[in-house]
């Protein structure tokens, strides 16, 4: 099969596509994916040069985010509701082939009205950004949220799933046409975070009040709070920008503020009773259209893999980046 298969740690620009990898094999409690289209992560880039927090021993093959249909000849473990010819996305180390062994538990059934494309990129994004609005933050309808990195994987879903909350939302993102998409997928309003004093435009825009919750993946919580409101929630969601933040915890007194993280990756472990509850509402949102997922302008075939990523590497992405692991993915069935 087609893979992106690391031998040796380099930059995946160095890697070139292996057209004869061997096919995976299932394990227990796994099922095997034929994949159509793949996501990818900052993350990928790191680990193919051995630099994550998370390295499978090589040989190994890239990419974590995936949809596809589980194979002909994929065995169904004990408890798994899939079947052979079914539509999934999910997560599963070497999701840049033509075939990944997945644990079923890391699957979810692909909504009809979505395709491949549109569900590579979910699996993550979407329960993380969901998660921190409503069970972290306590999002209520009328409120005002800022977005920073507004038009990035979790940010643009953050945008839609605070409008379908029924709060005001104010996106935050470095470019004019960052800004543009956060406004297409329903910021109100919009700010670029790269000009000195973004904070006071923030400030005027809700009158003096500042935000109730400030959506951040970037690394910006210190100058975020510059425009937060009494009783605010700040959610930490990731360091996009590269550095960890540290707070002087006056600033957190002063305003009478919340600062809570979210690290929705660890709930399968610590409050595994949560995640099918945050899908079943994600996936009610998405068929009745309140919210879609929303991909990069320009797809790749799996052999420009290096390409995709570069464009994450530089800055210039928006929404989900996806590859097309199989020439021709079927379309949605609606
Ligand atoms: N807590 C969790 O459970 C969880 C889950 C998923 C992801 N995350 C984290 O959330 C962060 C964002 O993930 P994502 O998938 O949204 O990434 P993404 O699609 O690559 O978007 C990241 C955005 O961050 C902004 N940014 C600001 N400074 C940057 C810099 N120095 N270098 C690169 N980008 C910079 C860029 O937007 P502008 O050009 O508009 O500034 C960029 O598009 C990552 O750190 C990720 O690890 C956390």
Redesign the pocket.
């Known amino acids: 099969m087609r893979a992106f298969v690391v031998t040796d740690y380099a930059h995946p620009s160095k890697i070139p596509i292996t057209q004869n990898a061997p096919e995976p094999k299932a394990g227990p409690g796994q099922v095997l994916v034929d994949v159509y289209s793949a996501g990818l992560?900052?993350?990928d880039i790191l680990q193919s040069q051995g630099k994550y927090q998370h390295q499978p021993p090589r040989p190994f093959v890239l990419g974590s985010e995936l949809a596809g249909r589980i194979s002909a000849d994929s065995p169904i473990p004990d408890g798994c509701p899939f079947r052979p010819g079914d539509r999934v996305f999910g997560a599963a180390q070497g999701a840049f082939a033509e075939k990944v062994a997945a644990n079923w538990q890391a699957l979810v059934s692909l909504p009809d009205n979505m395709t491949y494309d549109q569900g590579a990129g979910l699996f993550?994004?979407w329960p993380?950004s969901y998660e921190a609005l409503v069970g972290r933050a306590q999002l209520k309808p009328g409120e005002w949220v800022l977005v920073t990195?507004s038009?990035?994987?979790?940010?643009i879903a953050a945008v839609q799933l605070a409008k379908a909350l029924g709060a005001k939302v104010i996106a935050a993102?470095?470019?004019p046409e960052?800004l543009e998409v956060s406004r297409q997928a329903g910021a109100d309003h919009g700010v670029d975070?790269t000009k000195e004093g973004w904070q006071k435009e923030v400030l005027k825009i809700t009158g003096g009040k500042g935000v109730d919750v400030i959506y951040d993946?970037?690394g910006l919580i210190r100058d975020s709070l510059k425009c937060i409101a009494w009783k605010g929630r700040a959610i930490v969601?990731?360091?996009?920008?590269?550095e960890i933040e540290k707070l002087a915890l006056n600033l957190v007194l002063l305003k009478n503020i919340s600062i809570v993280g979210?690290?929705?990756?660890a709930y399968t472990k610590n409050e595994p009773e949560r995640v099918p509850v945050v899908w079943n509402e994600l996936l009610d949102l998405f068929s009745s259209g309140r919210a879609k997922p929303i991909v990069y302008r320009e797809t790749f075939p799996l052999e420009r893999t290096a390409d995709g990523l570069a464009a994450?590497e530089q800055?210039k992405?928006?929404g989900k980046v996806i590859v097309h692991v199989r020439p021709a993915a079927p379309t949605a069935k609606l």
């Not at 969601?237 to 590269?242: P, R, Y």
């Not at 979210?262 to 990756?265: A, R």
């Open positions: 992560n900052y993350f993550v994004t993380t990195a038009a990035g994987g979790v940010g993102a470095g470019s960052k975070y993946p970037v969601v990731g360091f996009a920008a590269g979210i690290h929705w990756g994450i800055r992405t928006w």
